[in-house]
C-alpha cells in the first residue's frame, strides 16, 4: 500500500516543527497522526494530507470523466432556405451605386444599434447577415446573345456618329486640322494601350460573366414595397425610387425570386458549394459548433489535472468532518455533541502551475482557532456552523483574499508580486466535492473564476444543474445578465455500461467516497 501526501498551497508548505519530513518526488510524505477508518485517509494535524492510494493509476479513458454543464443553447433556430428577390444580369456600371442605395433601406447586416431599429420589426424578417450584396457569375447564352445584340446597335450609332463629325471636319481650317491630327494621334496611342490591356485581360479569361444584386429577403421587400404605397417619405427613398432611378421595376423580367441559404454556412465544404452554386456567403467560423466544440476541448493533462484536483477536494471535506469532530469534543459537555454539520470539501487551484492556491479547511482553521493556528490547540468558534456565509467555497475564496492582502501588505499593492488590482480568483479553477448552491455559485461568478469541477448535484438547491424539481437548469455561471461567465463540470456517474459507474476503478472508488460524504439524497445516476 502506497502513501502519498500532497502538500496545501503549492510552494507554500507548513509543517510541525520537529516532524520528520521526507521529499518523495516532490511530495511530501509526513508521519501519520489521524487515519479515517471509511476514506482511507490519513491526515496531520496542519491540514495536510495523505491519501491511501490502494490501486495504481488507471491510464483508462479519461474523457468520461467530467460533464460539462453548457449553457442552454440560446442560439436562434434559422431556416435551411429563404426566398428573396434579385437583379440578374445587372449592368457593371450601376452595380456598385444601385448595391449603396439597396443598403440605405435594406440593409443585410443587422442594425449594431438597437435603439435605432424596433427589435420586435427586425425580427419579423429572415436573417440575411451572412449574404453578399452581389454575384458574379458565367453568363448564360441568352445573356451572351443580347450583349451581342446590343453591341452591335451601338456600334451602328458610333459609325454614324463618326460619319457626321466628318463631314463637319473638313470644313475646319488647316491649322485647326494639324492641331487635331497631333491631338488625336496621342488619344490613339493611349487608347491602344489600354485596349492592349483590355485584350491581354480578356485573353486571359474569355468566359462572359454576369452581375447579380440581391434586394433583400421576400418579406423585407413586400414590406418596404407596401409602405411605399401608404406613406411618402420625401427624406428616405423608397424601394420603388431606387428601382425607378436605375431604369428597373419589380415588373423588370431580370427582376426574379430565388431561394437563398437562410443561415451561415456550417463549414468551409458547404461555404464553398454554396459559393459555387447558390449565392456567395460569408463564413463565420469562430460561430460554427465544430469551431467551438474543438477551441474547449480538454487535452488529457487537464483532465488528469481535474481528476487529482476532484481527489484533493475529497480530501479536504474529510478534514473539514476531522476539525468539526475536534471543535465538538472541545465544547462545554453542556452543549448538545449530537449536532451535526454537511461539510464539503473546496480548494482553488491555479492551472497554470497546478498548485493549490487555498483550501477551505485551512481557512476554516485559521478562522476558527484562537490565537496562533499553528498550535492547533483550542478551536475558539466553528465558522460553518456559527456563520451561515462560511460555507466551504467561500472559505476557500476568504483564504485566496488573505493571501493577497498578506502579499499586499508585504510588498505593497504596486508591486510585480501583488496582482494588479484584478479581481480575486482571475484565471483559478475551483473544486467542490458538492455542487455549489445558487449564493455560492453566484459569489465564484463574482469571483472570477475560470472553471468550477464539483462531485454530486445538489437537487435541492444547486446553482448550476439546478434543482430536480424546477426541470431545468440553474444555469448561474452562464446567465446572461452577468459580466462574466466561467465553464462548469461535475464528475460523470454514468457510463452508460451498467447503469452507474463501470469500468475504471478509480473513478468508481471515487464516487463512492463522495456519495457517502454527501448522503443526504440518493442520486439516480441515470436522470442526471
Not at 420589426?121 to 458565367?138: E, G, S, V
Not at 482553521?365 to 465558522?383: C, E, M, R, V, Y
Request: aromatic share 6%.
Amino acid at each position: 500500500m502506497d502513501v502519498i501526501i500532497t502538500k496545501i498551497g503549492g510552494p507554500r508548505t507548513f509543517a510541525p516543527s520537529g516532524a520528520a519530513v521526507q521529499n518523495i518526488g516532490g511530495l511530501i510524505e509526513l508521519p501519520t497522526i489521524h487515519h479515517h477508518q471509511q476514506s482511507g485517509i490519513v491526515y496531520h494535524p496542519l491540514a495536510l494530507y495523505c491519501r491511501m492510494v490502494t490501486m495504481s493509476c488507471s491510464n483508462s479513458s479519461t474523457a468520461d470523466w467530467f460533464i460539462e454543464i453548457e449553457s442552454p443553447d440560446a442560439e436562434e433556430v434559422l431556416p435551411e432556405w429563404i426566398e428573396c428577390y434579385i437583379i440578374e444580369n445587372i449592368d457593371p456600371t450601376i452595380c456598385g451605386p444601385l448595391s449603396k442605395d439597396l443598403s440605405a433601406i435594406l440593409p443585410l447586416r443587422s442594425p449594431l444599434s438597437s435603439a435605432e431599429t424596433n427589435a420586435s420589426t427586425t425580427n419579423q424578417f429572415p436573417k440575411t447577415d451572412h449574404l453578399k450584396r452581389a454575384r458574379r457569375r458565367a453568363a448564360t447564352e441568352n445573356e451572351v446573345k443580347l450583349r451581342a445584340n446590343s453591341s452591335a446597335q451601338t456600334q451602328k450609332l458610333s459609325s454614324s456618329s463618326s460619319d457626321d463629325k466628318t463631314s463637319c471636319g473638313k470644313k475646319l481650317k488647316s491649322e485647326d486640322v494639324e492641331s487635331r491630327d497631333i491631338n488625336t494621334e496621342k488619344q490613339s496611342n493611349g487608347h491602344n494601350k489600354k485596349k492592349r490591356k483590355q485584350k491581354d485581360r480578356s485573353n486571359q479569361n474569355s468566359t462572359p460573366w454576369s452581375l447579380d444584386v440581391l434586394v433583400g429577403s421576400v418579406q423585407q421587400c413586400n414590406d418596404s414595397l407596401k409602405t411605399a404605397t401608404t406613406t411618402r417619405n420625401e427624406t428616405s427613398p423608397s424601394l420603388l425610387a431606387i428601382l425607378a432611378k436605375y431604369g428597373l421595376s419589380e415588373e423588370s423580367p431580370n427582376f426574379t425570386r430565388q431561394s437563398l441559404p437562410g443561415r451561415p454556412a456550417k463549414n468551409k465544404e458547404e461555404r464553398d458549394e454554396w459559393n459555387k452554386s447558390v449565392w456567395p456567403t460569408l463564413f463565420f467560423e469562430k460561430k460554427t459548433t465544430q469551431f467551438k466544440q474543438e477551441e474547449i476541448a480538454l487535452t488529457s493533462a487537464e483532465i488528469e489535472l481535474m481528476k487529482n484536483g476532484m481527489q484533493e477536494a475529497l480530501a479536504d471535506a474529510m478534514m473539514g468532518y476531522t476539525q468539526f469532530r475536534e471543535w465538538k469534543e472541545q465544547i462545554e459537555p453542556s452543549r448538545d455533541k449530537e449536532l451535526s454539520l454537511s461539510i464539503s470539501g473546496a480548494l482553488v487551484i491555479d492551472p497554470q502551475t497546478g498548485s493549490i492556491v487555498s483550501r477551505a479547511s485551512q481557512e476554516r482553521k485559521l478562522q476558527g482557532i484562537a490565537g496562533d493556528a499553528s498550535n492547533h490547540q483550542t478551536w475558539a468558534s466553528f465558522p460553518d456552523y456559527i456563520n451561515p456565509l462560511s460555507t466551504a467555497p467561500l472559505l476557500a475564496i476568504q483564504g485566496v483574499s488573505r493571501i493577497e492582502r498578506q502579499v499586499a501588505i508585504s510588498n505593497g499593492m504596486e508591486s510585480d508580486k501583488f496582482r494588479g488590482g484584478q479581481y480575486l480568483c482571475t484565471g483559478y479553477d475551483v473544486y467542490l466535492t458538492k455542487e455549489p448552491n445558487i449564493f455560492e455559485a453566484m459569489s465564484l461568478v463574482h469571483s472570477r473564476v475560470r472553471r468550477v469541477i464539483f462531485g454530486i448535484p445538489d437537487e435541492g438547491m444547486g446553482g448550476l444543474v439546478g434543482p430536480k424539481s424546477s426541470g431545468q437548469e440553474a444555469g448561474i455561471h452562464s446567465l446572461p445578465g452577468t459580466n462574466h461567465h466561467y465553464r462548469a463540470f461535475r464528475l460523470n456517474l454514468s457510463d452508460g455500461s451498467d447503469g452507474c459507474i463501470g469500468g475504471d476503478m478509480t473513478r468508481k472508488s471515487l464516487v463512492a467516497e463522495l456519495r457517502n460524504l454527501h448522503p443526504e439524497k440518493e442520486v439516480d445516476c441515470k436522470n442526471i
